[in-house]
T-cell receptor, first 113, second 113 residues
Framework: GESVGLHLPTLSVQEGDNSIINCAYS??????FIWYKQESGKGPQFIID?????DKRQGQRVTVLLNKTVKHLSLQIAATQPGDSAVYFC????????????FGAGTILRVKS | DGGITQSPKYLFRKEGQNVTLSCEQN?????MYWYRQDPGQGLRLIYY???????QKGDIAEGYSVSREKKESFPLTVTSAQKNPTAFYLC????????????FGSGTRLTVV
């Protein structure tokens, strides 16, 4: 079946540096992509989303890039802070007209002070 | 405040017993979802419902059952047929399409003793 995967299971960055978390997706029909942040013992929280008709979207300290040619999604976090330490998931709608989301395995981000 | 509430936060079950996890939302969302999360892994879809009195199996529905008698509520029963029920369970809701993303609850950690 279709799946969303991540290149790096764990990412360690120094506080203040920029972080880049990557995600590969396999369903070329996917139209909608989301990044979630999950802190330990809590439910995932929405960070930023992007539609397939865009290749970049910016939020506060975060940017999502979408490369449909190579089916790649990335999340960039500027000036990473200790509070950014969490598991980050990408998700896609699987091309089913927004029926449900398919989640990747997640990347652990550790911020070193 | 609008949100999605899962209860209890921690649940212990003896082998062979059924147990029901509660999920309530006051966001007026049409769709609701149940995911299972195991340590170091991503989210796997158990069941979802897009409308009252209707629900569909997800990827790992065996050993689980749900009901959707009210728009606000989507309880999940973990039956004795579920061979390895110890996990973190997440409930989510969304408008009829996921283009606004999911809102997640804070999760229920189920442990079989």
């Amino acid at each position: 079946g279709e799946s969303v995967g991540l290149h790096l299971p764990t990412l360690s960055v120094q506080e203040g540096d920029n972080s880049i978390i990557n995600c590969a997706y396999s369903n070329s029909a996917s139209d909608y992509f989301i990044w979630y942040k999950q802190e330990s013992g809590k439910g995932p929280q929405f960070i930023i989303d992007i539609r397939s008709n865009m290749d970049k979207r910016q939020g506060q300290r975060v940017t999502v890039l979408l490369n449909k040619t190579v089916k790649h999604l990335s999340l960039q976090i500027a000036a990473t802070q200790p509070g950014d330490s969490a598991v980050y998931f990408c998700a896609e709608d699987g091309g089913e007209y927004g029926n449900k989301l398919v989640f990747g395995a997640g990347t652990i981000l550790r911020v070193k002070s | 405040d609008g949100g999605i509430t899962q209860s209890p936060k921690y649940l212990f079950r003896k082998e062979g017993q059924n147990v029901t996890l509660s999920c309530e939302q006051n966001l007026n969302h049409d769709a609701m979802y149940w995911y299972r999360q195991d340590p170091g892994q991503g989210l796997r879809l158990i069941y979802y419902s897009q409308i009252v009195n209707d629900f569909q199996k997800g990827d790992i529905a065996e050993g689980y059952s749900v009901s959707r008698e009210k728009k606000e509520s989507f309880p999940l029963t973990v039956t004795s047929a579920q061979k390895n029920p110890t996990a973190f369970y997440l409930c989510a809701s969304s408008p009829d399409r996921v283009y606004y993303g999911y809102t997640f609850g804070s999760g229920t950690r189920l442990t079989v003793v």
